[in-house]
């Protein structure tokens, strides 16, 4: 008994062993940077006035929510709001068109789906950059197609311009994220049985009536489960405007992730902290709608 007993300590011993790094290294390398992080949102730290490192409490928020005319986290936050919904709904609308016309083979559709599906496999940074050659004022594809066609007829600073900077940058980011709702709508599509398609043909359903009653009602899990993952992804990606307009002209296409990264950079850890804070709870919220969408879906399957 005593060998046995030995034997399985030492078993034990090894499985803790093995266990520790998998415990030990997320407690390091994000844990405690999380906890570090949130208790800096309540600090005045600035790594340019490190003797006035303190304790303000709720001063940076304060300072982020001040009622004044000219604070910008407020259009930052109009930004967001713009970025998020209208990358989203051009998003998944064309991304749906676009699966629904590959739901069936056709002649060249493999070469067709790699050509659709390439930029998601590109680093946001790199499209980033792409597109901000296209949208350059003096020698970008952009004006030098509009001047073609005479659309425009001097060229347009489409980045420097603060009523076009943001929206440039949400109409790369739409192109970048149609992939993501093609490649999942298009695998959901070809679950479908195209038994209840025929049934519905035999008796008398239209197309229109074929996608409201059979499409749409037999892929809804997939598609409330993309929009809502599609939701975090969008907000918690700066990389486009960054790579493209780092906030600029004037912070005029900033949105909270983006700002955050510009507070970091400029050594303001307390405000960029507060700032990561809420962007926390706002995903934190919507985590909480993804799990509960997903139990209620999962109900209604059985």
């Known amino acids: 008994m005593n060998g046995v007993g030995k034997l399985k300590r030492k078993r034990n011993r090894y499985i803790v062993c ?5 415990i030990i290294l997320p407690m390091i390398f994000t844990y405690y940077p999380m906890l570090k992080g949130s208790m800096m949102a309540f600090q005045s730290y600035n790594l340019m006035d490190i003797s006035n490192i303190k304790w303000i ?12 005319p000219s604070n910008s986290f407020y259009t930052i936050l109009g930004n967001t709001l713009k970025w998020v919904c ?7 609308t064309i991304g749906f068109g676009i699966a629904l016309m590959l739901k069936k083979k056709f002649r060249g559709s493999g070469i ?3 050509l659709i599906f390439f930029p998601w496999a590109v680093s946001g940074f790199v499209i980033g950059i792409m ?20 659309m425009v007829s001097e060229p347009i600073g489409w980045l420097a311009d603060k009523k076009t900077a943001l929206y440039s940058c949400i ?38 009536v074929k996608f409201w009653c ?42 909270v992730t983006s700002y955050m990264m510009q507070l970091v950079q ?24 993804y799990l509960a969408a997903t139990k209620h879906l999962s109900g209604a399957d059985e």
Do not use: C
Request: hydrophobic content about 55%; charged content about 10%; overall charge neutral.
């Open 18 to 22: 093995l266990l520790l790094p998998s």
């Open 57 to 68: 409490g709720f001063g940076n928020f304060r300072k982020l929510f001040a009622p004044n």
């Open 86 to 92: 209208v990358s989203l709904f051009f998003q998944f």
């Open 112 to 114: 067709y789906q790699g």
């Open 131 to 150: 597109w901000r050659w296209m949208f350059n004022g003096t020698s970008g594809v952009i004006n030098d197609m509009l001047r073609r066609i005479g």
């Open 171 to 208: 109409f790369a980011n739409i192109w970048y994220g149609i992939p993501f709702f093609t490649i999942m709508i298009t695998a959901a599509l070809r679950g479908v049985s195209e038994d209840l398609y025929e049934a519905a043909s035999v008796d008398g359903a239209n197309a229109w």
């Open 214 to 255: 059979i499409t749409v009602p037999s892929i809804r899990s997939v598609l409330l489960l993309t929009l809502l993952m599609r939701v975090i992804w969008i907000f918690n990606f700066p990389d486009l405007i960054y790579s493209m307009t780092q906030g600029g002209p004037a912070g005029s296409s900033h949105i």
């Open 266 to 289: 400029s050594l303001d850890y307390g405000l960029a902290s507060a700032v990561g804070l809420l962007s926390i709870l706002f995903m934190i919220f919507f985590v909480i709608i």
